[in-house]
């Protein structure tokens, strides 16, 4: 599965931006998704998950309630739609699939990444 993310922006603290990940390659649908961040001198994070069906989420404790991960199966596209946002959400962030319909945490878990899209949140 090839990834591309966009969406990405500059966006004062509080405020909402909504990520895309556009799937191509391999059958989608069967692939549960993830997105993941990375802020500048620390390590990739786990941010929310989706299962192929969509029926089953996992969020990251500091994002839960904020932010929403969606799909579009239909579309080969997966959403995070973040509300609320505050400066510690700055990051790159990264859309990943893995190989099996059940959704994961861990980023070994998954098999394919996107190149990332810049979050800046500013105070």
């Known amino acids: 599965v090839q990834l591309q993310a966009s969406g990405g922006g500059v966006v004062q603290a509080g405020g909402s931006l909504k990520l895309s990940c556009a799937a191509s390659?391999?059958?989608?649908?069967?692939?549960?998704m993830g997105w993941f961040r990375q802020a500048p001198g620390k390590e990739r994070e786990f941010v929310a998950a989706i299962s192929w069906s969509g029926r089953v989420q996992y969020y990251s404790g500091s994002v839960k309630g904020r932010f929403t991960i969606s799909r579009d199966n239909a579309k080969n596209t997966v959403y995070l739609q973040m509300n609320s946002l505050r400066p510690e959400d700055t990051a790159v962030y990264y859309c990943?699939?893995?190989?099996?319909?059940?959704?994961?945490?861990?980023?070994?878990?998954?098999?394919?990444w996107g190149q990332g899209t810049q979050v800046t949140v500013s105070s």
């Open positions: 390659g391999r059958t989608f649908s069967r692939h549960a």
């Open positions: 990943a699939a893995r190989s099996t319909e059940v959704a994961g945490t861990s980023s070994a878990g998954y098999d394919s």
